[in-house]
């Protein structure tokens, strides 16, 4: 096992090249090609305009965007607070608890993110009873959870990664301080790891993002679902599949695109040499 977790090489003296503008300006002229060529194909044949298509059905393909990020953030917000109590777990005095939390975090580590998430939808119940009323639990919840597991593996290991690369020095400095181990972990180590977890974190966040489509495979009315509604709506026009696809992954770029820029800001700026 590394002894440390360090954020992805930076651009400039730390590592290659990273998405820049230009990048996005050529996604931009590939979708205006795609159009383009679409409108062309549909005019000659005497079908309504491709723009005016994806205009009308703009409002529900970002309704279906939105619930992605829905999605996305509550798997997040779940599997960022398991996954720093597992890390917490990993690095503990008690070799039982330590070996759980490593056997653990590997498992959902390294299992595919599809199967957990068939794992989530088919294995946990479609509704429960509590103090005899019949809840419902529904499908987007259940992938919630599904895309939280790996979120949680991927978490404790950047959080035992942060804590292990901190030189033992804090620790025996807080110990002649008369700190105890919980008050060191809290209020010194912890505080120093922010920033070396955070990139590695938002990065994260970024494939958790662009792979919650994955939820339409199991049913979830989600963009990529709502995409092949519009198309099979639309009567299935083949020069339509390229525009809408198209608008699906400059939805998710323009999105992901500033969290990757912002990325790589705070790995210059925390860059931590060891």
């Known amino acids: 096992m590394l002894p440390v977790l360090l954020a992805p090489a930076a651009p400039g003296p730390w590592g290659g090249p990273r998405l820049g503008p230009r990048h996005g300006l050529v996604l931009a002229l590939g979708l205006v090609l795609a159009v383009g060529a679409a409108e062309a194909q549909g005019t000659a044949q005497g079908r309504p305009s491709v723009l005016a298509t994806l205009w009308r059905w703009t409002p529900l393909l970002l309704e279906g965007f939105a619930f992605n990020i829905a999605i996305s953030l509550l798997a997040m917000a779940i599997g960022t607070a398991a996954g720093v109590l597992l890390g917490l ?4 005095q008690a070799a039982p608890v330590r070996r759980v939390a490593w056997f653990l ?5 390294n299992a595919p993110w599809l199967v ?3 794992f989530a939808m088919f294995l946990l119940p479609f509704e429960f009873s509590v103090a005899g009323i019949t809840v419902p639990f529904p499908g987007w919840i259940k992938a919630t959870i599904g895309f939280a597991l790996p979120v949680m593996a ?8 942060a804590i ?3 030189p033992f020095g804090q620790w025996e400095a807080a110990e002649s301080l008369a700190f105890g181990r919980r008050q060191t972990m809290w209020m010194i180590i912890l505080p120093q790891c922010v920033k070396r977890m955070l990139p590695p974190w938002m990065n994260l966040y970024s494939l958790v993002t662009m792979a919650t489509v ?3 495979v199991v049913g979830v009315t989600e963009m990529l679902t709502l995409v092949s509604e519009v198309h099979a709506a639309e009567g299935g026009r083949p020069e339509l599949l390229a525009p809408l696809y198209g608008y699906a ?9 500033p969290i990757g ?4 800001r705070l790995e210059r700026r925390f860059h931590v040499r060891t």
């Open 154 to 161: 991927n978490t404790s290991e950047i959080v035992r990664g």
């Open 105 to 109: 975090t590997q498992f959902f580590r």
């Open 261 to 264: 820029r912002l990325t790589v």
């Open 116 to 118: 957990l998430l068939f």
């Open 164 to 166: 292990q690369s901190i």
């Open 214 to 216: 994955l939820a339409s």
């Open 249 to 257: 992954l400059a939805c998710f770029f323009l999105y992901c695109y």
């Open 89 to 92: 777990a990993q690095v503990s």
